[in-house]
Nanobody, 117 residues
Framework: QVQLVESGGGLVQPGGSLRLSCAASTIIFSNFAMGWYRQAPGKQREFVARITVLGITTYRDSVKGRFTISRDNAENTTYLQMNSLKPEDTAVYYC???????????WGRGTQVTVST
């Protein structure tokens, strides 16, 4: 069983930055592709970014050039650096881990990001 704990959310003004962290309670972290998703009030959960076990990254178009996903296998942690934040980035951000061998899927409980003046 994998437990994921997100942190780093908060209130930030437009144009500001936040760094989200997701700590995973597994010692085989390198077997997992890691991702970030978000869900705004009244909307479906949507993909934000993903990093494979080889470090290949993908992003949704609206965050390209502003967000950066990374991972530290030694610390069992993945990060989402968010710059130039916009009000439309406001959402609960969820960490996702997918085992590349058995495709089992795990989610964190989420961290709130609010971009507002």
């Amino acid at each position: 069983q994998v437990q994921l704990v997100e942190s780093g959310g908060g209130l930030v003004q437009p144009g500001g930055s936040l760094r989200l962290s997701c700590a995973a309670s597994t010692i085989i972290f390198s077997n997992f592709a890691m991702g970030w998703y978000r869900q705004a009030p009244g909307k479906q959960r949507e993909f934000v970014a993903r990093i494979t076990v080889l470090g290949i990254t993908t992003y949704r178009d609206s965050v390209k050039g502003r967000f950066t996903i990374s991972r530290d296998n030694a610390e069992n942690t993945t990060y989402l650096q968010m710059n130039s934040l916009k009000p439309e980035d406001t959402a609960v951000y969820y960490c996702n881990a997918m085992n590349i061998y058995n495709l089992s899927d795990y989610w964190g409980r989420g961290t709130q990001v609010t971009v507002s003046t």
